[in-house]
């Protein structure tokens, strides 16, 4: 016989328990069914007490034959989510298939459910030869009720079998955490099992037989529903058993054997329900964010308490691991409730040889060893893994200092917007500028004119700061001046109307501090010498003797700048007038 194992499919920690509803197809039991016949519609009443609200309902039908997979639910069309089979030697096919059907019982609640369409007529003339003709339905409600103490509820499903062919099918139920076995419970959903065939059958948990007022212990698959009290569910079983007398406390597993030397009997799905007050931690790394151009790595993380019965409490250890090594530690501050979480950020020191890429993993309640000091619902569950691509700063290329003309006391204009374009090495960069290194780390006060910016004093130093997608890194270049050769004007009108009354020499004042200037008649006599200090030659005379102001004419110049870069003097003339 070939099928799908039975093993967890779903866990819900809380205040939940479970029930069951759902019906034959069957008109008779097929062991004393004359003439093969069934039907394609049944159903079935779901009753629940006023407190109690569902919180997830699971469809599930089945038949001989390759299979039916679309029906109805109270009209509603169903098809299959999930589907199993199943073989009897080699020629009798069996099948099962599943569907999430949460809201729609949600919605309907309590009453009358009908299920149709499911149509194996096609199959039951050849089943009946062996008396495996059948189909049915059943519907799988996990109920919350804040009445209820803490439960631990599991749901496993898969098709497995027992017949004469295999005699003794054993499944392993894992995942489980008994911590008080009080009221301890579990239900199963099987398919084809008879009445009137009992020969070794049994149903066994952790070695020990399972029966109740239906089901003996010799023939526990004999068409019975232990939640109606029903005798004619032909060829399926909804039965649900007390097991706390077969299950200790500190169990992480059970183990079901069910034996048949006769009849014919699939296990479809099995749910337990174990009284487990417990924390169940998981985390999760939400956000990182390396610091650039340092080893230091920023993460947002989150623990959970979700899947829980129990708070989980504050101090529960973190242990941080970078490609597998051991490199931090930290732990909650603060209790979690069940179903909340925790937040944080922690700064991670990386060590310095750590690879360029590696795997960061998060594991809640671990002391650094692997080895945790709270016990939980789920112990394998503590991890969280993520891949980190370190980042790494911007290249760029590097830009020449700009040199512009002193325009006084090393003030100087500077167009520097085509240094936006060269310093890139990639176009998706982005170039930002600024006169301080503060600024750039900060991003203000950034350079908006780069084609006409002034600096009033030079030296001065311009911070570039590039960015691409990760990372950002800084570089610079400077701005200087250079005493450039002064614009003579030549024309002078010393008649104090506000244009040209004084003899002007551009770019030579506050710019060559140590400048001199004579001024001669025609006939080579000294007239007026000038400096920093003093005002532009108005025709003024210093070494007159009859006249204090000269007359119009022509004046010549003689411009010491007394710079290292200029060993000549300026020499020219430069015409007054009144």
């Known amino acids: 016989m070939k099928g799908q194992n039975v093993s967890l499919y779903q866990q819900f920690n809380g205040r939940y328990d479970f029930t069951f509803l759902g019906n034959t197809m069957n008109p008779v039991e097929n062991t004393f069914q004359g003439t093969p016949a069934i039907f394609t519609t049944s159903s079935a009443t779901l009753i629940l007490q006023p407190n109690d609200v569902v919180e997830k309902a699971f469809l599930y039908w089945a038949g001989c034959g390759t299979g039916d997979f679309n029906v109805k639910l109270n009209g509603v069309d169903i098809t299959a989510q999930r589907t199993f089979s199943n073989v009897l030697q080699t020629q ?22 009908t299920l149709s369409d499911l149509d194996v007529t096609s199959f039951i003339n050849l089943h009946s030869q062996n008396s495996t003709n059948f189909a049915g339905w059943a519907i799988v409600v996990v109920y919350y009720n804040p009445n209820l103490p803490l439960n631990q509820l599991n ?19 894992n995942s489980l955490n008994v911590i008080d076995n009080n009221d301890a419970k579990i239900g199963f959903l099987a398919w084809e099992g008879d009445v009137g065939l009992s020969n070794n059958e049994t149903l066994s948990i952790n070695g020990n037989i399972l029966s109740n007022t239906l089901n003996p212990p010799t023939n526990a698959f004999n068409g019975t529903n232990t939640i109606t009290n029903s005798t004619d569910l032909y060829n399926m079983d909804l039965d649900i058993y007390s097991i706390q007398n077969n299950i200790a406390i500190g169990d992480t597993s059970a183990d079901i054997q069910m034996t048949s030397n006769q009849d014919f009997v699939m296990i479809n799905a099995i749910v337990s329900k174990l009284n487990s007050q417990l924390p169940d931690a998981t985390i999760s790394i939400d956000v990182t964010n390396q610091v650039c151009n340092s ?17 989980l409490p504050a101090g529960t250890p973190i242990s941080i691991y970078a490609n597998g090594e051991f490199i931090e530690y930290t732990e909650t501050l603060t209790p979690i409730p069940i179903g909340g979480s925790w937040s944080d950020q922690i700064s991670i020191l990386l060590p310095f040889d750590i690879p360029a890429n590696f795997d960061l993993q998060f ?127 030549n024309y002078v009108s010393g008649n104090f109307d506000g244009y040209n009354d004084g003899f002007f ?66 020499v020219g003339y430069l015409y007054l007038t009144r």
């Not at 947002?300 to 829980?308: E, G, K, Q, R």
């Open 505 to 570: 020499i551009e770019g030579l004042r506050d710019v060559f501090l140590n400048f001199e200037v004579k001024i001669y008649n025609r006939w080579g006599k000294w007239l007026w010498t000038g400096n920093q200090s003093k005002p532009d030659w108005d025709g003024y005379v210093e070494n007159g003797v009859d006249e204090k102001y000269a007359p119009t004419g022509t004046y010549y110049y003689v411009v010491f700048l007394n710079d290292p870069d200029y060993n000549e003097p300026l």
């Open 92 to 113: 009798f096919n069996f099948f099962s298939a599943f569907t999430d059907i949460t809201s729609q019982i949600q919605s309907t609640g309590n009453g009358n459910y």
């Open 295 to 311: 080893n230091i790595l920023l993460v947002d993380f989150t623990v959970y308490n979700l899947n829980s019965t129990e708070i």
């Open 363 to 489: 594991v809640v309640d671990d002391i650094g060893t692997g080895v945790g000091i709270v016990t939980e619902i789920n112990e394998n569950n503590n991890v969280d893994l993520q891949a980190i691509i370190q980042n790494s700063a911007p290249s760029f290329n590097k830009l020449d200092d700009l040199v512009s003309c002193n325009e006084g006391l090393t003030k100087g204009t500077f167009n520097f917007s085509h240094y936006e374009d060269l310093v890139k090495t990639d176009s998706n960069q982005i170039a930002n500028f600024y006169t301080t290194i503060d600024d750039a780390l900060n991003l203000t006060n950034p350079i908006f004119n780069t084609s006409n910016f002034v600096a009033n004093s030079t030296p001065q130093e311009i911070y570039i700061r590039l960015e691409n997608d990760n990372c950002y890194g800084f570089t610079s270049f400077f701005l200087t001046t250079k005493n450039c050769p002064p614009t003579v004007y």
């Open 155 to 173: 749901v496993y499903d898969g098709l497995q079998a027992v017949s004469q062919v295999q005699n003794q099918l054993n499944i392993t139920l």
